[in-house]
């Protein structure tokens, strides 16, 4: 009987690990791909995503490592008689399942929305109490991407409601990529690497480089520097499979170019994930290239998953370094001030160890270290001798180091 016992409880103890854990290794990198919110809040239809997906094809997007191609809110339309979820019929007609094979047709992923309050933060039809549904709904259509928000949530508990629709999709059977949009209310990175594979960290990003909107006292969304600052202490959270997510980017969407490559730069540096925001079908060639820099998607893409951290300030430059692989690093500047200035580079000063990961960056004489400025302001050279640059205001130099 007492063994029988063991044994029942044994398995149920499994089954409970296995189902309560996500999809393993579907995020080893920041993800990377487009979405339809900062751009066209919900002005979004099937033409324009298709437009959308073709265009990260033949701009060289889908090269450059961008794969997901994710409708945010207001896709739904009503549930039916059974309470499965159904697309909105006049802007979706020929249905999810006929958008997303057009997708992977592509070669691309697909990625959708839902919020885990009754209605989503646009009024939608909202996943609560249908999560399990929703969930074969989506494995039904081939999803492969989950962004699951937070509004009308009353008295939700957080961490249950969004395991409880980790679990549905575990479930449901198809390996979907689950990124929470909690936007950091209740510390998601302490509780969600074995739910999710990336969380907001934050409220939402604005168009803008140093700001905070209001929106009249009702909420707030933030400029670039407000949340790079509110990373501050989250590092040690970040890694393969588990990545803060600072929000989608706002590249090509109207701040300056030098404003541009520093937000792309920063968000490379932390290991964010990469989902453009920006109308793909009509870029300038100066915000393709800031999309597409191989040197920062690599330091992005960096198989340790290693986030940066800010190792000093001196008159509003900051010096923030990101340990990489094969013993590489990326160490960048960051201007925050209205004024230019002079960085000059001093390459011994960075002879230190990253205390999260104890990884010792030496250079000296018999440690040599190539650099490339991956915006091309400097010349390449190694640290042999030290270099100096001219840094606009709220803009970036960033290195490349190779070991020799
Ligand atoms: C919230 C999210 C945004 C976006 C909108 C859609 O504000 O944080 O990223 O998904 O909802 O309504």
Redesign the pocket.
Known sequence: MRMKFALISFFLTLFLVVFSQKYNNLAPTPPMGWNS?NKF?CAIDEKSIREIADAMVASGMKAAGYEYINI???WQGERDSLGFITADRLKFSSGIKALADYIHAKGLKFGI?SCAGDK???GRAGSRGYEYQDAIMYAKWGVDFL?F?W?NTSNLNAQGAYQTMSEALKRAGRPIVFST?E?GKNKPWQWSKNMAHLW?TT??ITNCFDCVDEHGGKFKTYGVLQILDMQQGLRNYAGPNQWNDM??LEVGNGMSLNEQRAHFTMWCMMSSPLIAGNDLRNMSNETLKILTNKELISINQDSLGISAFKFECTDSVETWIKPLSKDDWAICFLNRSAKIRLVAVDWKRFNLTDSLTNRELKISSSSVYKFTEVWEQIKEGDTRKNTCAFLPSRDVLCFRLRKQ
């Open positions: 919110w809040s945010d809110d207001c929305y989503t933060c646009a962004k928000d509004c949009c936007w907001r409220g939402d929000d989608m």
